[in-house]
């Protein structure tokens, strides 16, 4: 018997729909926020930045979000005002950081009047500097100091992006398949990663000269592109409200006493815990994922022919999305032949890809395959929470892969450096397996939250888990960049830098997430929080 349809969100292509739409959205963002990162030793030749001013920068996305609490803000604009509304918002809020990111890093930038504005100021913040979170410092490049600033506004709009998309899946999804929902939305929003990887260093690269800008540049049309998804999602979440009878501002105003039903909560504390040593393991790692390659590497890129035209890269991106497309849409084939041919295909082309990786011989090319796992085995995660549950024991095993992954590249991808192919394959593994431990966050950390909090408040505990995993964004690009600073003295060769300290540092996170996951596990059971059991009942 089929559902009957009385709604836009009964039916299940309308859902997907806008599932899609808002899932486009973040793959821009999500393009945006590492788009400096596979070029961070062009930053450092061209632009004058070392790791601490890159690490300073890059930390600096969160700042706002953390130390002027935008991101609870956030939270109450989602819940008063609505998903519609707060996704307009903050795609526009992305757009402005962006710009002004792109104008810092231009040639316009350079002897301007705002230039030496930059280079004379903000060099001691009053209270931040004496707390010692200040998000620049002295003799920090005047380039860097704008940057920062534009990222700053545009960490606001992507992060209270991350809150809107949460909940809007959940307005479309609740009761039905939401974990696949979440799952299959971060599955193609972190495609993202690997088009960044691929297409950053392409631009910037073009036609022989290298100009950073043209990168960012890149990256501000595909936001122009996620402000469109946003607007399009807006008009259709406003039919279903129509046919709902549903209103975007809610009949009972938001309290701030509201928040202590969410504090009150053990579950809310240990899944937030869990979130912020999970993903500083993660995303911090990422923005210097490529230059660690080149340091561990034995890589000798293509500088004539075939594999170093820029038709290559077209290939190469072209047969990454036969990858992604041909084990994701396996998942949902009913037939078996045609499941198992579409990841006949998709592991085929994987294999492709990555040889073309090792010919190419570029850190960035190598690294962008870090969803690519995470993209095939998500919605499975998502489908088997959706209905046999799990989440918690998910947790637990994703964090015993993070802690695995980064010892693996502290202390064995070194020891082949010399052997390209050795070291190559080592990389190849690590960083699938690795994208495959981050798959396990989004199909069962996040829709276990609306089973710990009142539907009333999702908005504002999604904001604050956030916020708190904010903290550890703000931190970790920092102390990466201070650490390899400091471990690395008078090494002033971006590829020469030794690793090891930064990634002990992320491994440790992962051990603390693993024993955050233990107690999670045992929290449940003891108070039947229901993050064992599957969504759909």
């Known amino acids: 018997m089929t559902e009957t349809i009385k709604t836009l969100r009964d039916s299940a292509a309308m859902r997907w729909i806008a599932l899609l739409l808002l899932a486009l959205a973040m793959f821009c963002s999500y393009i ?85 504005w930059f280079n004379a100021h903000l060099n001691y913040i009053p209270v931040f500097d004496q707390l010692g979170v200040s998000p620049f410092y002295e003799g920090m490049p005047a380039s860097a100091k ?177 990858v992604a497309v041909g084990s994701f849409a396996s998942n949902f084939s009913k037939k078996m032949p045609a499941k198992i041919g579409l990841m006949a295909m998709a592991v085929v082309a994987l294999v492709v890809y990555c040889y073309m990786g090792y010919m190419r011989g570029t850190a960035e090319t190598i690294f962008a395959v870090f969803p690519l796992l995470a993209v095939a085995i998500t919605p499975i995660l998502g489908n088997m929470v959706d209905h046999k549950g799990k989440a918690a024991s998910m947790l637990m095993i994703g964090s015993l892969l993070l802690i695995l992954c980064h010892l693996t590249f502290a202390f064995i991808l070194p020891m082949f450096k010399g052997s390209a192919i050795g070291g190559v394959v080592v990389a190849y593994v690590t960083i699938l397996v690795l994208g495959a431990s981050f798959s396990l966050v989004p199909a069962a950390l996040w829709p276990s939250v609306p089973k710990l909090v009142d539907e009333k408040i999702i908005g504002s505990a999604y904001a604050l888990i956030f916020w708190i995993q904010n903290i550890g964004l703000w931190l970790f690009p920092l102390l990466i960049g201070k650490v390899l600073t400091n471990t690395n003295p008078g090494v002033d060769d971006p590829t020469k830098l030794d690793y090891t300290w930064p990634l002990v540092m992320l491994a440790c996170l992962g051990i603390a997430a693993l024993i955050i996951g233990l107690i999670l596990k045992v929290v449940d059971k003891k108070k039947n929080l229901g993050l064992e059991e599957p969504n759909i009942k």
Request: charged letters at 15%.
């Open 146 to 322: 704008l940057a920062s600033i534009g990222f700053m506004i545009f960490g606001c709009g992507t992060e209270m992006g991350g809150i809107t998309v949460s909940r809007g899946i959940v307005k479309w999804f609740k009761g039905r398949e939401t974990a696949l929902a979440m799952g299959s939305e971060m599955a193609l929003a972190r495609l993202g990663v690997a088009t960044c990887m691929i297409f950053s260093p392409f631009f910037c690269k073009l036609g022989g000269h290298v100009d950073v800008s043209r990168s960012v540049a890149f990256g501000v049309v595909l936001l122009c592109v996620a402000l469109i998804m946003f607007v399009v999602y807006f008009f259709m979440d406003k039919k279903l409200d129509a046919q709902t009878g549903e209103a975007e501002e809610k009949d009972d105003p938001f309290k701030l006493s509201d928040l202590g039903k969410i504090f009150s909560s053990l579950g809310f504390w240990l899944v937030a815990l869990l979130c912020v040593l999970y993903y500083s393991a993660i995303f911090p790692f990422q923005k210097y994922a490529v230059n660690m390659l080149q340091c561990n590497l034995t890589l000798t890129e293509a500088t004539e022919g075939f594999w170093a035209s820029d038709t290559v890269t077209i290939i190469q991106y072209a047969i990454m999305l036969l």
């Open 32 to 116: 945006f926020m590492d788009i400096l990162s596979p070029i961070k030793d062009f930053m450092e030749t061209e632009k004058g930045w070392d790791s601490l001013a890159f690490g300073t920068m890059q930390g600096a996305e969160t700042f706002l979000n953390v130390f002027v609490f935008f991101l609870i803000f956030a939270g109450i604009i989602l819940d008063k005002m609505g998903v519609r509304f707060t996704a307009v918002l903050s795609g526009a809020v992305m757009l402005v950081g962006a710009c002004i990111e792109y104008y810092a890093v231009s040639a316009s930038f350079v002897g301007s009047s705002m230039e030496a």
